[in-house]
């Protein structure tokens, strides 16, 4: 892009419209560069190099309000700032069933795939989703996974 990188496009994005979810679709495969992407707002990355089918199945992912994370890639992000030391952030209590639900989105689990497992209700995933986010005062499920590695909540075995 011309002006601005990815980075500055997200950022200015959310900023203007926080609402609108933001896919980066890049070249680089640089574990800061897709860190920054993540903790300035997007909800995904993408490597341009997919398969077009991919594209179109990583926008409907984020889309449909999910994250496009995958359990390696996301462990490989925050293992530096777990490892960091004993400063690392607690999480506020969560009900049993919300840590369970954070667990399974930890693990790379869509709302849908959420609601099986737990024999729930999507929309009842989404207000878990919902009370978990407000509990640990981030704006998305990305946010929430980084926090939950982060304070050993969910280990990075």
């Known amino acids: 892009m011309p002006r601005v990188d990815g980075i500055q496009a997200t950022r200015i994005i959310r900023e203007r419209h926080p609402h609108t979810k933001v ?3 890049t070249t680089f495969e640089n574990d800061a560069y897709v860190s920054e ?3 300035t707002g997007a909800q995904g990355f993408l490597l341009k190099r ?6 179109v199945a990583a926008i409907r992912t984020v889309h449909s309000g999910d994250s496009l994370l995958f359990p390696d890639a996301l462990r490989r992000l925050v293992a530096p700032a777990v490892q960091a030391g004993p400063d690392r952030p607690g999480l506020p209590m969560l009900s049993e069933r ?12 869509s709302n849908a ?3 099986a497992r737990i024999y729930v209700t ?8 919902g009370r978990i986010l407000a509990k640990l005062g981030v704006r998305d499920r990305v946010q929430a996974v980084i926090r939950a590695y982060e304070s050993d909540f969910v280990p990075l075995d």
Do not use: D, F, N, Q
């Not at 997919?50 to 594209?55: C, G, K, R, T």
């Not at 999507?122 to 989703?129: C, N, S």
């Open 23 to 25: 896919l980066v679709l």
């Open 37 to 39: 992407a993540l903790r």
């Open 50 to 55: 997919s398969a077009p089918e991919s594209v």
């Open 98 to 109: 919300e840590g369970e639900v954070l667990r399974l989105i930890a693990s790379g689990l």
């Open 113 to 115: 795939e959420i609601a």
């Open 122 to 129: 999507v929309e009842t995933v989404k207000t878990h989703v």
